[in-house]
């Protein structure tokens, strides 16, 4: 089996269609990937998805609530309702690798297990680091299956510049995770 990664220069909102285009030409030759997992902030990269994916199940993973803002999710109700009449799902749920830790790190400038898990994954891209957290968020939403691999897409910041094929876990079983190849990413980040 042969897998090709191909590497962007620079992270970037920019890489978004290439990477979609490089996940529908993988998916060509590997038809029993069934779930497509992807990353949203506003929405933007939610919808390309939704709609470049309509032959396959995807979920699309928002910021959680009071991310940005108290009280706020970045995903817009317009946004949100355009991705779910594509046929997608939109999970809008607490981050794996954030969540009560997150707050202890914030509160007492203690770094709990999950964030430096988070903080190990970044060092091959932020993307990377989010392609595994919402492999798990889906999971555990019970919006995708544990014995399959999926692809997941993500990126630094906003846009997509990251994809990977994941055998995803729930989140409480965390080692059973496996990144198995990696689609595109950026050198530098």
């Known amino acids: ?17 290439k990477v979609i285009a490089l996940v529908k030409e993988h998916l060509v030759d590997n038809h029993d990937i069934e779930h497509i997992v992807v990353a949203t902030t506003e929405g933007a990269t939610g919808i390309a998805a939704a709609k470049a994916f309509q032959n396959r199940t995807v979920v699309v993973v928002s910021h959680q609530t009071g991310f940005a803002a108290e009280n706020e999710n970045e995903l817009s109700d317009t946004n949100r309702i355009q991705i779910e009449k594509l046929g997608a799902k939109v999970l809008t749920a607490t981050h794996v690798f954030a969540g009560v830790a997150r707050s202890f790190r914030k509160e007492l400038g203690t770094w709990m297990t999950t964030e ?48 990977w094929i994941i055998r995803p876990a729930n989140s409480h079983a965390f080692p059973k995770l496996r990144m198995k190849a990696c689609l595109c990413k950026p050198l530098e980040f």
């Open 1 to 17: 089996m042969t897998f090709e990664t191909h590497y962007f220069d620079e992270a970037s909102t920019e890489h978004t269609e």
């Open 116 to 163: 430096i898990v988070a903080l190990a994954l970044k060092t091959f891209g932020q993307g990377t680091k989010v392609c595994a957290e919402i492999a798990m968020m889906a999971a555990d939403a019970g919006l995708i299956p544990v014995n399959k691999d999926v692809v997941c897409i993500a990126g630094t910041g906003r846009g997509a510049d990251t994809a």
